[in-house]
């Protein structure tokens, strides 16, 4: 119920009221007013209610309405899925249609391209083979070069070796060349030394060795190219003091004549004196006849031969001169001279150290001299039970052999 209606009902209900109350009292005249107002109030509650009823009606109508709207969309809705599944089928089949002929188009251009592509491909193999043959031109080109370089690289590898060779050959002449001059200068200086006191020295050995040696002619003059007086002189006291019975000289001369002497004034003894010129020779030969020693020393002419000394060649004595000779206890070793080749001297010892007797003396003079010091230096090295003795410093060198 409305406000209106509560309104209306409440004043009828009051007029009823007053009806009722006027007609009990007696008042019918304000009873038939009232009641004709009841009515009115009555007609007018009646036609609102008719009023709203159409209004009820017309929304009732109106709400039908839009049901039978919203009922006819449902309709149209359900039966949407169908539409829409035959579109759907609709635009697949147009879609597959499409893409079929696409995927035919593909295929078409795809087949046009991979053609294109083996035919790029082909003419890329055939570039490529081309290529190669051009790389294996070029390589076996490099090839050669790179042997052609090999090959001088090796050549310039093998001439540094050879330069750094002669460079270390240079240094060492040089060094050999220092050494040597520096030997040179002190064997100068120790010469120019000696010339001060030499003669007062060689003098006094010439005294002794006169005293010692009574000479029958004329001595063979001392020096030079023959023996220093104070080489003889020791000579001679190395033969007093141990009274070799076989010498043997190597060069002979004027201390074949001395040694001679020595060796007849003790009473015994041999020498036999290798000579590889016969005219000296023959010469000595004549001076031993001259001071009656013929029958104490010989001079055996023994021309110089190629002979061989551990695989070297050397210029020495014809052996065959010597193959009669043992137990040397005194070797002089005075020749070849220098001249007749290379280390000159050094054959003696390896060719006759197999005749010689134990304890023997071997005498080497010049040993002032390179070659000699070494010819000394190497028969100590190889000969075992060889010694030095006496000094350095002598010209010449005394070596005692005593095999073990
Ligand atoms: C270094 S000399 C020494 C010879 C000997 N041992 C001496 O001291 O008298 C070596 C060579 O000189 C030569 N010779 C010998 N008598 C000679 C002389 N009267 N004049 C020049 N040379 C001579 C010989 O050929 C000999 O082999």
Redesign the pocket.
Known sequence: MTTRQLVAGLVAAALGLATAVLGVVGQADLAIAALGLLLAVLVVVLLDIRRRQGEMAKRLKQMAQRDLATARKIDRLRGLPADVEASGRRTLDAVTGEVRSTVGRLQTAGDRVLTGIAQERLAAAERHVELVGHVGGIGSTLTSLGDGVSGIREDVASTKKRVDGARRDLLAGQEELAQGEKRRLISLRERVDKLGYEPVRQIQALMQLDKRIDARAPL?PTGG???EPTTLFRLVRLVDQTRPAMVV?C??????VWLAYALESLGGGRLVSL???ER?AE??RRTLEEHGLSGVAEVRHAPLSEVEVNGETFTWYDPTAVQDLKDIELL?V????RASGPRARYPALPLLGTRLAPGARIVL?DVDRPEEQEAADAWLAETPGLVREGSETDRSALLTYRPG
């Open positions: 063979p190219w023959a023996m000289e060069g002979s001369g004027a201390s074949t000579e590889h010129d000296y010469q000595t002089l005075d020749g070849p001279p003079d």
